[in-house]
């Protein structure tokens, strides 16, 4: 196992009736005046936004509001939000919502600081410019999925051909999250699965690494694995069950939070979010169905392109999906057939066809998702194999 840092600075008020810590809890972080960011209202439906500025009132606090925040949210709203966060002399940043509402948040709150373009401190960007401070921010997460409520990461859509970029930065880590399950009661049940197929994605991109050695870490993964894979179905029966949402909610911020489970492994590179990623560009597709899409295709094609990996994939399938099959090979192969299975379950799409991508696209998707180098941890993908892949997953 490699040297590794344990770190999880974003403290989490998990619960019903938490709400009730946000004033005080604000100004214990030196706000006064908070730039509220929301996306495209169901938090004024839901009584999340009325609640939210009861506690404001309660606790003297000033705000100007940052509204219509898109999934797959774009540099254009970031930059207003800085915009915003400076003309009106904000000193904290609140975002309520899912991952793209905290991720223009983060993406606010490194920008505020910085001088110059926010895409300049996007990972990756010539600029080579850092982030060396941070507005203060926090989170009321309405949805589960992603782990931007306890993560140090953001996802933001640039330019004409809609690329998604990262900002990443532990000061970029919330200074606290709000996370009452009954907040996501009212989440759609499409957005509710796609969230819980993100879950399941990075709980996986984190496991399926060379490094067998971190058992801790694989073991306590295996088992948020298997309380998803329990309670996902749950809430399709009953969208108001509050202890599955309460368990989807935890595993969304457990998944993320500090890359605990990847801890003393190799660095990932996350491969399904690479190609994924290339799918919510061209079709501004939900992201955690993008992921459900083409794990199953991944995980054959890693199978069968490293077979010294079949131990890991049957472990997966012993460990996870409770396989009873002692062939490796077999056992693996069943466990990519049951999660297929579980994806049915939470009605994601079946293939990248029926999700509404065109043939004639699969070779451009491919050669995007590798253009700033090989994407793979288990194996080396690069263009030919993202086809390979996206052409099974079609
Ligand atoms: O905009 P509103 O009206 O709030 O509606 C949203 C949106 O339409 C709705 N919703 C959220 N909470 C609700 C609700 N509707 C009713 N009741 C509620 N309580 O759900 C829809 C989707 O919201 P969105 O924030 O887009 O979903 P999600 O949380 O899946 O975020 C996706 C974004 O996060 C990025 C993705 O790339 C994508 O841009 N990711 C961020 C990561 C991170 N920060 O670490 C990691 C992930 O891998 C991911 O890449
Ligand atoms: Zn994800």
């Known amino acids: 196992m490699e040297n590794f840092i344990y770190s999880i600075p974003t403290t989490a008020y998990f619960g019903r009736g938490q709400i009730t810590i946000l004033g005080e809890t604000i100004k214990t972080h030196g706000g006064s005046k908070v730039l509220l960011a929301y996306g495209g209202g169901s938090i004024k439906k839901n009584g999340i936004y009325a609640a939210i500025l009861e506690q404001f009132g309660k606790a003297g606090l000033a705000h100007v509001e940052l509204s219509g925040i898109k999934p797959n949210p774009r540099v254009e709203s970031v930059e207003e939000g800085i915009d915003m966060y400076r003309t009106n002399g904000c000193d904290f940043i ?73 900002i990443m930065h532990p000061l970029l880590n919330p200074k606290f999250s709000i996370l009452d399950p009954e907040y996501t009661f009212t989440v759609p049940e499409y957005h509710s699965m796609a969230g819980v197929a993100d ?128 062939v490796d090979a077999k056992a693996a192969e069943e466990g990519v057939r049951r999660l297929e299975e579980f994806y049915a379950t939470i009605k994601m799409p079946a293939n990248l066809r029926q999700a509404g991508v065109t043939e004639e696209d699969l070779e451009t998707l491919a050669g995007k998702a590798v253009e700033n180098g090989n994407l793979g941890i288990l194996t080396s993908i690069g263009k030919n194999e993202a086809l390979q892949i996206m052409r099974a997953a079609f």
């Not at 457990?254 to 190609?275: E, V, Y």
Request: contains cysteine; charged residues 20%; glycine residues 10%.
């Open 199 to 326: 879950v399941l994605c990075h709980l996986m991109e984190q496991y399926f690494t060379p490094d067998v050695a971190a058992k801790v870490q694989d073991r306590m993964n295996e088992g948020v694995m298997k309380a998803v894979l329990e309670d996902a179905p749950k809430i399709l029966v009953n969208p108001k069950d509050y202890d599955a949402r309460a368990n989807i909610m935890w595993a969304s911020s457990m998944a993320l939070a500090g890359f605990q489970f990847l801890l003393g492994k190799p660095s990932p590179t996350f491969p399904l979010h690479g190609m994924g990623h290339e799918l919510s560009s061209l079709y501004d597709m939900t992201h955690g169905v993008t992921l459900a899409l083409l794990t199953p295709a991944w995980m054959r094609h890693t199978m069968s392109a490293a077979p010294e990996h079949l131990p890991l994939f049957a472990r997966f399938a012993r460990n996870v999906f409770d396989v009873r099959e002692e």
């Open 94 to 166: 609140l975002g309520v919502g899912g991952g793209s509402t905290l991720d223009a948040c983060k993406a606010i709150a490194a920008g505020v600081k910085y001088d110059g373009p926010v895409s300049d401190l996007f990972v990756g960007e010539t600029s080579g410019a850092t982030i060396s401070a941070a507005a203060p921010l926090a989170t009321v997460l309405t949805m589960a999925g992603t782990g931007s409520e306890m993560d140090m990461g953001g996802v933001i859509t640039v330019g004409a051909d809609h690329k998604k970029k990262v």
